[in-house]
């Protein structure tokens, strides 16, 4: 079980959600004051998160002026997908033939599989996303590798607030169709199926762009 996050942790995510709901667009400017006030938190959790974000590449700290929400290019978006690919297909591939009855179970409860509701808050689908993705690599028993994947999805967000508000309304991964299609080819032991269908749940992020930024 993962220890209660800390205040800096709860403002960094608060901080990543409002970039992927497009709060803050690129090349926006925060400032601490107003993140303290707007999060109800006292100064130093929130300048350590700005801090990290910084450090992430999500923010770039601009001297007496805030804080600048970074626009993300798309060739950053496509090497962050093949990283994705390989480290989580590598993963199931591993992890795929100890995968028991249980752990499909697990898998099919999650909200992004039964929650079919016509929400379109790109943040909240995202997270379930996340969720599916980083609890199918928990099953592999690797925290390293577990961890590496859930910082690669936390940097998602900000191709997603940029790039994919328009195109999350006609998305099949809003309502978690390759995620359900994962499940049943695992379920039929069907491992080469199960990797084609999450890797066509990764790279579905990068034709929803092509078709809503380059045709």
């Known amino acids: 079980m993962k220890a209660k996050k800390t205040l800096k942790e709860t403002a960094v995510e608060w901080l990543y959600h409002d970039i992927e709901e497009g709060i803050y667009k690129p090349n926006a400017i925060v400032t601490e004051g107003e993140i303290v006030e707007r999060y109800a938190m006292s100064k130093s959790p929130v300048r350590e998160a700005l801090i990290e974000l910084c450090k992430d590449g999500v923010l770039k700290s601009i001297p007496r002026v805030g804080y600048q929400v970074v ?82 999805l936390l940097k998602s967000r900000q191709y997603v607030a940029q790039y994919f508000h328009n195109a999350w309304n006609k998305n099949v ?30 790279l579905n992020v990068r034709e929803q762009i092509q078709e809503n930024y380059f045709l």
């Open 71 to 152: 626009q993300i290019s798309i060739k950053e978006i496509l090497d962050l997908l093949e990283v994705r690919i390989d480290l989580e297909t590598a993963n199931l591939k591993r992890t795929a033939p100890k995968i028991t009855e249980e752990d499909l179970r697990m898998l099919r409860s999650l909200e992004t599989i039964t929650n079919n509701t016509e929400s379109r808050k790109v943040a909240v689908n995202w997270d379930r996303n996340t969720d599916f993705h980083i609890k199918l690599c928990e099953l592999g028993g690797n925290a390293y590798l577990c961890d590496t994947i859930e910082r690669a």
């Open 173 to 202: 991964e809003s309502n978690g169709y390759f995620h359900r299609a994962v499940i049943d080819a695992l379920e039929e032991q069907d491992v080469e199926r199960a990797l084609l269908m999450l890797q066509k749940d990764i």
